[in-house]
């Protein structure tokens, strides 16, 4: 791999993250103040229709991107309805936000324009288009100049705008919840609502704030999915990255930096997806990348309980399994000889590492205390 194609993949993972940073962003605030969002996918998902057939409608990318928004955060008030003033089941109330977008979407889109659940393409005027700074090269002369004007030029310019808006949300984030009396009562409503009903704040109010900051955050993320990373809406087009995006929110252990890198990490397996359908690679090195995995999982569940041992021991077992089967199969040709990974192994890595994630392999991550419970105030 040479110099441009690693900036053109970083390139592509920086655009690939920028949903899954909003989203998790967006889940952050929100289990912060102690309410757990599973709905970011249909929050996701709304915002992109919305943004999409508002922008087609209307022919202006910043009415879509209103419109997006406000789609996301009344389906955030109907979760904070549902969580924080009728003390549901907030992991049950996402789910629905969930299902009632994804039906939604489909059906009010085929109403609209009759082809088929998805939308018109979006001309110019009705879609993000990408920022170039001044002194940034076009990409078919790339080729010809430095490593320093690649990375200028691919890496740092060239994004639509939403893409810097996240950038910049990140110290944003950080300032609001460490560096303002806000960010500080909101924690504190993530973890002692008791305490801070006693000091006098609306622990109502914190948690109601929090769910609409999540659902403007989540509709900037759909907009961006439909309005400048594609050109249309389609059906299903958040394709998991509101899940993808808890898995990073708890891969981040909560934490507004954190969640840029681990943000980042996802779109960067996604843009291997996207650009690398072949790989080919020696037999010797994917075999040995195979017992190193195999090990690893072995060792991590040694002290363990015994389903983990049965389960991720028995994972381990198979890959070094396979890793066997493939000293085998080449054992004549020579262990030199290149093996193709399937595609469907590359499309998956995404998927795998949220697993990995949820699975515990980055250690513990210990959620705010009151996340999930129903504040009752004490009479």
């Given at each position: 791999?040479?110099?441009?194609?690693?900036?053109?993949?970083?390139d592509s993972s920086l655009r690939l993250a920028t949903p899954l940073l909003l989203a998790c962003l967006a889940g952050l605030f929100s289990e912060r103040a102690g309410i757990f969002d599973?709905?970011?996918?249909?929050?996701?998902l709304a915002a992109a229709f919305v943004s999409a057939a508002v922008a087609y409608t209307t022919g202006s990318v910043w009415v879509g991107l209103l419109a997006g928004i406000g789609a996301?955060?009344?389906?955030?008030?109907?979760?904070?309805?549902?969580?924080?003033?009728?003390?549901?089941?907030?992991?049950?109330?996402?789910?629905?936000?969930?299902?009632?977008?994804?039906?939604?979407?489909?059906?009010?889109?085929?109403?609209?324009?009759?082809?088929?659940?998805?939308?018109?393409?979006?001309?110019?005027?009705?879609?993000?288009?990408?920022?170039?700074?001044?002194?940034?090269?076009?990409?078919?002369?790339?080729?010809?100049?430095?490593?320093?004007?690649?990375?200028?030029?691919?890496?740092?310019?060239?994004?639509?705008?939403?893409?810097?808006?996240?950038?910049?949300?990140?110290?944003?984030?950080?300032?609001?919840?460490?560096?303002?009396?806000?960010?500080?009562?909101?924690?504190?409503?993530?973890?002692?609502?008791?305490?801070?009903?006693?000091?006098?704040?609306?622990?109502?109010?914190?948690?109601?704030?929090?769910?609409?900051?999540?659902?403007?955050?989540?509709?900037?993320?759909?907009?961006?999915?439909?309005?400048?990373?594609?050109?249309?809406?389609?059906?299903?087009?958040?394709?998991?990255?509101?899940?993808?995006?808890?898995?990073?929110?708890?891969?981040?252990?909560?934490?507004?930096?954190?969640?840029?890198?681990?943000?980042?990490?996802?779109?960067?397996?996604?843009?291997?997806?996207?650009?690398?359908?072949?790989?080919?690679?020696?037999a010797w090195s994917l075999s040995g990348v195979l017992l190193l995995t195999a090990f690893g999982l072995v060792s991590y569940v040694w002290r363990k309980d015994l389903l983990d041992k049965?389960?991720?021991?028995?994972?381990?077992?198979?890959?070094?399994?396979?890793?066997?089967?493939?000293?085998?199969?080449?054992?004549?040709?020579?262990?030199?000889?290149?093996?193709?990974?399937?595609?469907?192994?590359?499309?998956?890595?995404?998927?795998?590492?949220?697993?990995?994630?949820?699975?515990?392999?980055?250690?513990?991550?210990?959620?705010?205390?009151?996340?999930?419970?129903?504040?009752?105030?004490?009479?």
């Amino acid at each position: 791999m040479d110099f441009l194609t690693l900036v053109q993949v970083l390139d592509s993972s920086l655009r690939l993250a920028t949903p899954l940073l909003l989203a998790c962003l967006a889940g952050l605030f929100s289990e912060r103040a102690g309410i757990f969002d599973i709905g970011l996918e249909g929050k996701i998902l709304a915002a992109a229709f919305v943004s999409a057939a508002v922008a087609y409608t209307t022919g202006s990318v910043w009415v879509g991107l209103l419109a997006g928004i406000g789609a996301s955060v009344m389906l955030s008030a109907i979760h904070g309805l549902a969580s924080i003033t009728l003390r549901g089941d907030q992991i049950i109330s996402g789910v629905a936000i969930n299902f009632l977008a994804a039906g939604l979407t489909v059906v009010v889109a085929q109403a609209w324009f009759g082809q088929g659940g998805r939308t018109p393409p979006l001309q110019s005027g009705g879609r993000f288009e990408p920022i170039n700074f001044p002194g940034a090269i076009p990409s078919k002369e790339m080729a010809d100049v430095g490593p320093v004007m690649q990375l200028y030029s691919e890496l740092i310019s060239g994004h639509s705008l939403l893409v810097y808006v996240a950038l910049l949300t990140v110290p944003l984030s950080w300032f609001v919840l460490y560096q303002t009396r806000f960010g500080l009562r909101l924690r504190a409503v993530g973890e002692n609502p008791a305490a801070v009903d006693t000091a006098g704040i609306s622990v109502v109010g914190m948690r109601y704030a929090a769910v609409v900051i999540c659902g403007v955050l989540c509709g900037i993320a759909g907009a961006y999915i439909a309005t400048a990373l594609q050109a249309n809406f389609t059906k299903d087009m958040s394709a998991g990255r509101g899940f993808i995006a808890l898995a990073a929110l708890i891969f981040a252990k909560w934490r507004p930096w954190y969640a840029l890198g681990a943000c980042l990490l996802f779109g960067f397996f996604f843009a291997v997806d996207n650009r690398f359908q072949n790989i080919l690679l020696p037999a010797w090195s994917l075999s040995g990348v195979l017992l190193l995995t195999a090990f690893g999982l072995v060792s991590y569940v040694w002290r363990k309980d015994l389903l983990d041992k049965i389960v991720l021991g028995g994972l381990g077992f198979g890959v070094a399994f396979v890793s066997v089967l493939i000293v085998i199969s080449v054992w004549s040709a020579g262990m030199s000889t290149q093996i193709k990974i399937p595609v469907v192994f590359i499309q998956s890595l995404p998927y795998i590492l949220t697993v990995v994630v949820l699975a515990g392999f980055v250690g513990k991550a210990i959620p705010p205390r009151s996340g999930g419970v129903p504040y009752v105030k004490e009479k």
